[in-house]
């Protein structure tokens, strides 16, 4: 499991995210819901490494690892599908998966099954698989910056706003797609703006606001919170 | 031969000397822009590790008394720990720094370089020696075999380069921390120990140039100024960052100076380097193969 006690992060003198506490149990996929700038993407920055806490603790199955670098935290089984994707443009869709598996590149027969089972979840990739991964659009491309993050075989696997800027069928696909990672047992943290699609694959959720944490519940806790709805439903 | 033949001689044997040219030209340019893309330091010393690997096989060659091959191997070998050492020790320390901090070093790195070498092997012009000099004609060209072992071994090397960065996961990793040094921690990549190696075959490269074309030219410790120079516009004009650039960069600005040279003037030729620039830019701003943002 997952579990970020007090966790703090400054940028220059205002904290960004402050005294968060989050907690993903084995198997659970976990909301994140808040606005732009609400502070998720810096709570994923800071777990998988990119950005390092000012305070605060994450433990991973019991594990201290805060502060580890960016790549340490993937061999510790944390993959970050980041906002933006942050792809290699110019390799191949192929050659961006593969490097998805670079902590396991000694291991090809493996890398190679990965690989196929991206295909399965995202059979478009497989087509594209020779083309640079920047020609490819919007919608393609996140599903090459999921697959990616796949190949890493997380244990906790941080989704930050994948749907952003897609057209609604291909959200739709996504989302499915991501369901389907959860059933295979990984642990996902998602950050979400479209909140409704987001809570109906979820177990739980957390709503941030100004880099706190101020409600936590169950799926249908949420749902059912005039809060939520108002400010994330739209009801 | 009648006219014709005197002007397409002399063309051809242009063209022939621009080729030889263009292959020390693209193996430092290379080495300088996969420095650039990996850790975004246009690096000055570029020029002075390729002088130093100069003088590394000369003195192999004229003190530990060493034949060519080895000595060239020996440079090699030498410069990659070289760079191994600046990259440790000069910009890794600095790679926090804002950018303009890492480009004074390299220039500090240039000037060191420059006067170790004046104080070890002196001012003086010096000649390396090769068992390469007897020329060989072909047709009613003549070429040294010096200068064809500059073609062939830069061509060969380019290749092996390529197919390093193209079918090797190290290879791979190397161009993804280019194109997304953040997207490259995330999936695991080492940045600073690429950085390492990256700086390395850089350094080794140059080298490699250096003990090619040195027989053909002479060693002298301020050799490597007028080589960074042709290798920062080769890889402005092909592209900051781009190997394809770097390498057709380095063969376009040779040729543009050998023809240009035969029919204009000698003199004009460092000219030529530079109006060839600003002529590509001009139609290309961000280089021949500009790499997407």
Redesign the interface.
Known sequence: MLRVSELTVRYGPNPAVQGVNITVDNGELVVLLGANGAGKSTIFRTLSGLTRPTAGRIELFGKDVTGLAAHRAVREGIAHCPEGRMLFPQLSVQKNLLLGAYTERRDKRAMQARLEQVFELFPVLRDKQHAPAGSLSGGQQQMVAIGRALMANPRLLLLDEPSLGLAPLVVEQVLEAIRRIHETGVMVLLAEQNARAALEIADRGYVIENGRVVMEGTRDELLRSPRVQEAYLGV | MDEWGVAMTLLLQEILNGIVVGSIYSLVALGLTLVYGVMEIPNFAHGHLYMLGAYIAFFLLTSAHFSYWPALLGAVVVLVVVGLLVERLVFNPLRKAPQVNAMIASVGVMLFLEALAQAIWGPNYLQMPTPYGNVLHIGALSVTQQQLLVVVAAIVMMVLLNLFLKRT?IG??I??VA??R??????????GRIAMLTFAIASGLAALAAVLVTPINLLFPAMGTMVIMKAFVIIVLGGMGSIPGAILGGYILALAESIGGAYISTNYQDLIAFAVLVLILSIRPAGLFA??A
């Open positions: 996961m791979a990793a161009e993804a194109q997304h953040e997207g490259a921690l995330l999936v695991g990549i080492p940045s790499r997407r």
